[in-house]
């Protein structure tokens, strides 16, 4: 299987690993045929996402594609955030082969978990 460099750097190295303690929403998300799971973690200020971690338990395409959509997401308003696109994951990291598509919707079905969370979280304040 062919993947491109930059999976092969947010794979090897990747970006906001870890957990937000405090975090404005969770989104968890799992694929019950491969196995990947994601949980990622957003911190929202004024309507901006500032900040954006994963944990993910799966291959190496599923790591890099969390990776990307954290550093696509921070700095993004909750509706610029909901148009990133398991298709914007893939072409950000130069590309997934086919039978790897499904980690780029594992990681847009993440955020849009994290951001109905989020949501959630809110209206339970008012």
């Known amino acids: 299987m062919q993947y491109s ?7 090897n190295n990747p970006r906001n690993v870890g957990e937000i303690p405090d975090a404005d929403g969770i989104g968890n998300v799992g694929n019950p045929v491969c196995g990947d799971i994601m949980r990622l973690y957003i911190k929202v200020k004024d309507g901006v996402i500032i900040d954006a971690k994963f944990k993910t338990f799966g291959c190496g395409a599923a790591i890099a ?49 994290a951001i109905d969370d989020y949501y959630k979280k809110l209206k339970k304040q008012k």
């Not at 460099?5 to 794979?11: D, L, N, P, Q, W």
């Not at 969390?66 to 696109?85: R, Y």
């Open 5 to 11: 460099s930059k999976v092969m750097e947010h794979f």
């Open 65 to 113: 594609t969390s990776s990307m959509v954290t550093e696509m997401v921070k700095g993004k308003n909750i509706d610029e955030a909901l148009k990133i696109s398991n298709r914007a994951v893939a072409e950000a990291l130069g590309g997934l082969p086919s039978v790897k598509m499904h980690c780029s919707v594992l990681a847009e079905e993440a955020l849009r978990a």
